[in-house]
Nanobody, 122 residues
C-alpha cells in the first residue's frame, strides 16, 4: 500500500487546512488510518485515528474539538480537517495505515506515507 499526504501549507493562527491522504495498491477499505505529526526537534506523535469503516475515531487531547478525521473508501482517501490552528500545530503531518493498529500509538501501522508540512504563523 502506498500513501501520499497532501494539502499542507502556511496558514495564520486560527485558520484551517484540510489534509488528504491518497492510498493505492491495496484494499484501503480494510485498513485503519492514522495521522501523525513531527515538529522540529520533537518525536513523531499520534494525532488521530479512524477505523476501517469510519465508525470510530480517536484524537490526541491537544487536537480534540479542532481536528476531524474522515475517510472515503470509494475514493481510497482519508482526510484531516484542521480548524482553529495554533502555532504549536506546526509540523510535518503524515498518514499511516494498518490492520492491527493501536490507538494513540504507532503500533500496528504497517504502511507510512511521506509527510506534508503545515506551518502556522502567529
Amino acid at each position: 500500500v502506498q500513501l501520499q499526504a497532501s494539502g499542507g501549507g502556511l496558514v495564520q493562527a486560527g485558520g484551517s487546512l484540510r489534509l488528504s491522504c491518497a492510498a493505492s495498491g491495496g484494499t484501503f477499505s480494510s485498513l485503519n488510518m492514522g495521522w501523525f505529526r513531527q515538529a522540529p526537534g520533537k518525536e513523531r506523535e499520534f494525532v488521530g485515528h479512524i477505523n476501517w469503516s469510519g465508525g470510530t475515531t480517536y484524537y490526541t487531547d491537544s487536537v480534540k474539538g479542532r481536528f476531524t478525521i474522515s475517510r472515503d473508501n470509494a475514493k481510497n482517501a482519508a482526510y484531516l480537517q484542521m480548524n482553529s490552528l495554533k502555532p504549536e500545530d506546526t509540523a510535518i503531518y503524515c498518514c499511516a495505515a494498518g490492520v492491527g493498529t493501536v490507538p494513540y500509538s504507532r503500533t500496528g501501522y504497517a504502511y507510512w506515507g511521506q509527510g506534508t508540512l503545515v506551518t502556522v504563523s502567529s
